[in-house]
T-cell receptor
């Protein structure tokens, strides 16, 4: 079974703090994704990585950065957390890029910024 | 413009009954994939079923089937014999091939399903 893990299920941070969300997958997938999920909006793509050290902006990259130093690990960084970044963050991975390829998700991190 | 529409924010179904969750999509790309995911209260998104735009037959996976009507751009999820464990959010998603440097998956806003004993 594909396993995608995220470092924290729940996280509470203060405005202005630097926040790291870690994601690890164990299936040697090329592609990794970070989404945020908000009620009524579904999932929105923040960043995408198709290889080590490669990244591309998704739909809502502002206020976020990412790092992929190893194939299995994809980190989402909030340089200076703000209250409007309170959300559920979901990491996903997929083996290849194509219309047929399923993304596999981690359990999510519910981040609250006070 | 919304590319994935799920018009039912919330639905109820009696245990053991069948239920249909609606999804319509918008694309001009002839090659695309349609997915349904389930998200229980635990938060993890669970892949349920996939339908390719060129697939001739409707996809089925156990109690899940996808009612694919290409001309209507409709991809409804049918759950047969509902169980209490089916209570969750359900997301319809679409992946278009080849439009950008990555094949972006677009998710709908979701439908909350509650199964009543």
């Amino acid at each position: 079974d594909v396993k995608v893990t995220q470092s924290s299920r729940y996280l509470v941070k203060r405005t202005g703090e630097k926040v790291f969300l870690e994601c690890v997958q164990d299936m040697d997938h090329e592609n990794m994704f970070w989404y945020r999920q908000d009620p009524g909006l579904g999932l929105r793509l923040i960043y995408f990585s198709y290889d080590v050290k490669m990244k591309e902006k998704g739909d809502i990259p502002e206020g976020y950065s990412v790092s992929r130093e190893k194939k299995e690990r994809f980190s989402l960084i909030l340089e200076s957390a703000s209250t409007n970044q309170t959300s559920m963050y979901l990491c996903a991975s997929s083996p290849e890029t194509g219309a047929t390829d399923t993304q596999y998700f981690g359990p999510g991190t519910r981040l609250t910024v006070l | 413009a919304q590319k994935i529409t799920q018009t039912q924010p919330g639905m109820f179904v009696q245990e053991k009954e069948a239920v249909t969750l609606d999804c319509t999509y918008d694309t001009s790309d002839p090659s695309y994939g349609l997915f349904w995911y389930k998200q229980p209260s635990s938060g993890e998104m669970i892949f349920l079923i996939y339908q390719g735009s060129y697939d001739q037959q409707n996809a089925t996976e156990g109690r899940y089937s996808l009612n694919f009507q290409k001309a209507r751009k409709s991809a409804n999820l049918v759950i047969s014999a509902s169980q209490l464990g089916d209570s969750a959010m359900y997301f319809c998603a679409m992946r278009e091939a080849g439009k950008t440097s990555y094949d972006k998956v677009i998710f709908g806003p979701g439908t909350s399903l509650s199964v009543i004993p």
